[in-house]
């Protein structure tokens, strides 16, 4: 059985996290989910996330991020131990220094779409919310649904709504942006819209971790690396995305079928 | 029909699994609604049938009238023989001894004590040969034997008497020793304001009238071919000038009302709490229904889709709540006769044990059917919605709004929207302003607590309120017995005047006392229906007076105040003027000043500005007592100073004489506040499991985003504090205004003489303490409810 692939570790990379693993004693027996997951991801890097469903994608994200507390092993966010902070201290790190997009847009329906966006960062900056508005202003007007700022979430388009959610996401600048499935509930022409987002967003500077079950999804990605029952079983460096590349496609379909997909 | 069947069952087994928590706090709140309603049907029955009882063996009479000193009996005769309505009558004698001259001992242990703390009466008696008779323990109508007594069951209870205790009478000529053989129960026992009858041998009467050291006192009683004619009867009597009347005349109906007054209006406030109680858990199914059927919309869309018809979807869902109503009736029935067996002991003593008939089971059977029909109607109603599902809507939105329903929702949401606003937000606090929104958007659902609470408070304050009201010192005032320490009475007695003054000089001098201030009571004659018509007037200086008038205020120089019950007979208000005249003398014309509600003396009173003059039939003196000496004490020191007087601590009086009624609103109001916590408790968990439950997503996102769940905890129960709060300032609210007119006007109806009646709360407990304990019986519910927040692994809270 192949190990993880490890790549050399930085200091200070932007998440790094060290035989992580994550078991659930609700059911009988236990169902070890996550089984010592080694994974780095580098500065400004776009990682993909595959693997069959149920293998523990999501839940390694949730336990990356801190939303679950993992049952043994480290996450390290820019150098800084996160499995050992306490709930407050965690969900400051969340505030200030990640972001979260899932297949779902979830949003309050008693705010418009601009509040909604700036809420985390309003939040994080209580004292700077010129600055906050205006870095949302242009953010939006950025990702085209400037708009539908005053509308309720109930009046766009998903596509729309999961523009926002990379919005809202951003505004806080943070270390890194997770993704879970972003495009899996959208018809392909608003998954375009969403890729090619998430992609402007890579290219401005921001890492990147997205779990996804598209390949063509995965193919925007610098790297791929699979999951199999609960470890990072292979991992595949594309290098950096171009529109015009049509034989990356391929090779990672050809990967993917070598991993069972 | 067996498929449907199979599908009901499967629905009701998943249903009790998966909503555990919810369906038991549902089935909890009609088990209590069913009981409580049982309970306060049982015992009006069991006191009515106990009354009932009673009266058969008893037969009190339909109208009486008390008198101390000498009478006229060639006169009784003479009215008896001009009164063809009267089917019967008697003249009962008595002997009055104050409670110091009574002792008991117990022989076989020698234990003993006295009487004394009874500031009532205690009128030796025999039984009647025709009616009004002292019935037993065992409803038998008793015949003492010589050196025999039966004592009222109160006192058995009060000073915890055996049959074969000995009881002990100072007479003047030494004392005298009776056994106990037993114990009565006296069909006028409660009358308030009354004296309590033993029961001896004509013999050992005879002798203690011969030993000295009784007052002697006569009632006469009438029973009437119609008892219902007893008031109007009361006027031809008092219209009469020859026969004797210085007392208090009392009517059948009095004597039935009196007797079922502290029970009767406990069990009315059983009814009253169960009712609240009802509503709550009425507001609670309907709050659960809406639940339901916005989480199984796309089931019952589905069940729709491939056509079963909508009565048959909604009795599907019916079938749950008809059988927690059926259940929690059963159950709720069968508790509330244990209840109702606890509660009715003091009503079997004082009474009877009533005989149990179809009415027995009938009552309770009616009320709990009721209460079963209402739920279930209701429940029928909510349920009602399901018709208005559309299919389309149902499965593909997850919606159970149709077209209309949706748009009008659409526009209050964007609405909303447009308000809560955040982009104005400069500092603050951006959690609470969440919580503020959510809490304006999710106001539907959150107004189920306000409500609740606002119910709660008001099932918690009333019955508390009644009790501190009866067992007020000033509750006295309220029903016309002023506000002072000390009361003499001086009637019947030859040197009527100069007692008078010795009792005045003696008061006046002692410093331990203050505020001397007499009457004479007079009796007039003013003109009614029958002519020229008794009316008694008490006399004196009333600018100290502390009565509280329901309309009007005290009377100044030529100015009089009628009860309430003389305002109604002789529709008299303030501004009116009275002719009357005393005697044969000229008629004199007074205006009336404003009107008093009064149980002494029957009810109908008058108090009228002026001089104590000289030749009244009776005066009556009152103090207040500035320090040095219990009012009890100095009582029975002026009592011994000056046989001739009655004096009386009134204050303990008027506590002595309600303390039966009093104990049971003690009772009613511990209950009512019991019944209030749990409920707030149960509701409040119920709900915010509920919230919590449909807030999953909203935590989740929030916690994503970098909301910690400390955070999330603070904006929900941030919430439930202030519409916890809000429910208990506007329960406290409606209690103090319109639940006291609402109690008022129930204790009105009941027609004894309080027609108007104000709370007297004790401010501090049901304004501040309940409150109080209210908001912290929600806001620890809710701290429980919310402790699990915050060891959860959020992302369970996106998937669900
Ligand atoms: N709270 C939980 N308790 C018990 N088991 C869980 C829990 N959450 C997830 N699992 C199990 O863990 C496994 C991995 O779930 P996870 O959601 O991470 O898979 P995934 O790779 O994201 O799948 P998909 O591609 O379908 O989203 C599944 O078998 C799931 O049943
Ligand atoms: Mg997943």
Redesign the pocket.
């Known amino acids: 059985m192949k190990t993880g692939f490890v790549m050399p570790q930085h200091d200070h990379a932007p998440l790094a996290c060290r035989n992580l693993t994550k078991t ?1 004693h ?2 009988d027996p236990a ?1 070890e ?1 996550l089984r010592g997951v080694d994974l780095t991801v580098g500065r400004g890097e776009f990682l993909a996330v595959m ?1 069959s ?7 390694l994200l949730y336990n990356m991020s801190g939303m679950d507390r993992p049952t043994s092993g480290t996450v390290h966010l820019e150098g800084r131990e996160l499995t050992t902070l306490k709930d407050a201290e965690l969900s400051r790190v969340r505030l200030t220094r990640m972001g979260f997009i899932f297949q779902q847009a979830y949003f309050l329906n008693n705010l418009n779409l601009q509040d909604n966006i700036l809420l985390p960062a309003l939040k994080a900056a209580p004292g700077d919310s010129e600055a906050v508005v205006s870095r949302v202003d242009s953010l939006m007007d950025r990702f085209g649904i400037d708009h539908v700022r005053r509308h309720g979430v109930t009046q766009v388009s998903g596509g729309q709504l999961q523009r926002a959610s990379i919005c809202r996401a951003l505004a806080t600048e943070p270390a890194v942006l997770f993704a879970d499935e972003p495009t899996g509930a959208l018809n392909s022409s608003m998954t375009t819209e969403v890729m090619d987002a998430l992609t402007d967003a890579h290219s401005g500077g921001t890492t990147l971790v997205m779990v996804t ?1 598209d390949p063509v999804c995965a193919a925007r990605a610098d790297r791929v690396v699979y999951l199999r029952d609960g470890r990072i079983t292979d991992s595949r460096e594309l290098g950096r995305w171009r529109a015009d590349d049509g034989r990356r496609e391929d090779e990672l379909f050809a990967w993917l079928s070598g991993n069972g997909f | 029909m067996s498929r449907q069947g199979g599908i009901r069952f499967r629905y009701l087994r998943r249903d009790m699994v998966q909503n555990k928590g919810v369906n038991l706090t549902l089935l909890l709140m009609l088990v209590l609604s069913a009981f409580l309603m049982a309970t306060g049907s049982m015992v009006m029955e069991r006191l009515v049938g106990a009354v009932d009882q009673l009266f058969d063996v008893a037969k009190p009479p339909h109208f009486l009238q008390m008198h101390k000193g000498e009478y006229d009996e060639a006169a009784l005769e003479r009215f008896a023989a001009a009164h063809p309505e009267i089917d019967s009558w008697l003249i009962e004698e008595m002997l009055g001894f104050d409670g110091a001259s009574l002792a008991w001992e117990r022989p076989s242990t020698g234990e003993s004590g006295d009487l004394s703390s009874r500031l009532i009466d205690n009128l030796f008696v025999t039984q009647n040969e025709e009616f009004d008779f002292l019935i037993d323990e065992t409803g038998a109508i008793p015949e003492p034997a010589v050196g025999e007594v039966y004592l009222p069951v109160g006192y058995q209870q009060s000073f915890d008497l055996q049959a074969g205790d000995e009881l002990r009478i100072r007479t003047e000529s030494g004392i005298r020793v009776l056994r106990i053989e037993g114990f009565v129960r006296d069909a006028q026992m409660a009358s308030l304001l009354s004296s309590t009858r033993f029961l001896v041998s004509t013999a050992d009467f005879e002798a203690l009238a011969a030993a000295g050291g009784g007052t002697p006192e006569i009632i006469v009683e009438y029973r009437l071919d119609d008892p219902g004619t007893g008031a109007d009867f009361q006027r031809v009597y008092e219209a009469d000038a020859a026969v004797p009347k210085n007392g208090q005349g009392v009517t059948y109906e009095q004597i039935r009302l009196i007797n079922a007054f502290s029970d009767g209006l406990v069990a009315l406030a059983l009814v009253f709490v169960s009712m609240l109680v009802m509503v709550i858990a009425l507001l609670n199914v309907r709050f659960v229904i809406r639940g339901m059927l916005t989480d199984e919309v796309r089931e019952i869309g589905a069940m729709k889709a491939i056509g079963l018809p909508d009565r048959m979807i909604s009795g599907l869902y019916l079938l749950k709540y008809r059988a927690m109503t059926l259940s929690a009736c059963l159950v709720g029935g069968a508790a509330a006769v244990v209840a109702t067996h606890l509660l009715t002991g003091g009503i079997e003593d004082n009474y009877a044990e009533a005989e149990i008939g179809p009415a027995t089971f009938l009552v309770p059977t009616l009320a709990l059917s009721l209460v079963y029909l209402f739920v279930v109607g209701i429940c029928r109603r909510v349920l009602g919605r399901v018709r208005r599902i559309e299919v389309v809507n149902a499965l593909v939105h997850g919606s159970t709004l149709d077209e209309r329903q949706t748009a009008r929702r659409a526009r209050r949401q964007a609405r909303r929207v447009r308000r809560g606003r955040l982009d104005g937000y400069r500092g603050g606090n951006l959690n609470r302003r969440l919580a503020m929104l959510e809490l304006r958007s999710e106001a539907r659902s959150w107004l189920l607590i306000p409500l609740v609470f606002c119910l709660a408070s008001i099932l918690m304050t009333l019955p508390m309120n009644l009790y501190t009201t009866f067992d007020s010192s000033r509750f006295g005032t309220y029903l016309g017995v002023p506000d002072s320490e000390l009361r003499v009475d001086l009637q019947f007695s030859d040197g009527l005047d100069a007692l008078r003054g010795d009792v005045l000089t003696a008061m006046g001098n002692d410093d331990r006392l203050t505020g001397v201030e007499s009457y004479a009571n007079l009796t007039y004659r003013i003109e009614g229906d029958e002519g020229w018509e008794t009316f008694r007037v008490e006399v004196g200086d009333y600018t100290q007076s502390t009565i509280e008038y329901i309309r009007g205020g005290r009377p100044g120089a030529g100015q009089i105040a009628v009860s309430a019950l003389n305002a109604e007979r002789y529709r008299l208000s303030p501004g009116d003027v009275l002719a009357m005249r005393l005697g044969d003398d000229e008629v004199v014309s007074v205006e009336v000043s404003g009107v008093y509600q009064d149980l002494t003396g029957g009810g109908y009173t008058a108090k009228m500005h002026g001089e104590v003059t000289a030749d009244a039939a009776a005066y009556v003196v009152f103090a207040d007592i500035v320090g040095g000496g219990t009012p009890a004490a100095i009582a029975s020191e002026y009592g011994g100073r000056f046989p001739n007087a009655t004096v009386l601590p009134t204050r303990e009086y008027m506590k002595q004489t309600l303390s039966y009624a009093v104990d049971s609103f003690r009772g009613a109001a511990l209950l009512a506040l019991v019944s209030g916590v749990a409920v707030a408790a149960l509701i409040t968990s119920m709900f915010l499991k509920l919230r919590l439950a449909s807030d999953r997503r909203r935590m989740g996102m929030l916690s994503a985003i970098g909301f910690s769940a400390r955070e999330l905890r603070n904006q929900v129960q941030g919430n439930a504090l202030v519409a916890i709060a809000t429910g208990v300032v506007a329960g406290a609210v409606l209690s103090a205004t319109v639940g006291e007119s609402m109690v008022g006007s129930l204790i009105a109806m009941a027609g004894l003489g309080i027609t108007d009646l104000s709370f007297i709360p004790n401010p501090l407990l049901v304004y501040v303490a309940y409150p109080l304990l209210l908001i912290a019986t929600g806001y620890l519910s809710t701290v429980f409810l919310t402790a699990g927040l915050r060891g959860a ?1 959020k992302s ?1 809270w996106l998937t669900s």
Do not use: I, L
């Not at chain 1, 469903?53 to 839940?59: D, I, N, P």
């Open positions: 659930y609700s059911t169902t989910v693997g469903s149920g293998s523990g994608k999501s839940t079950h | 692994d369970g």
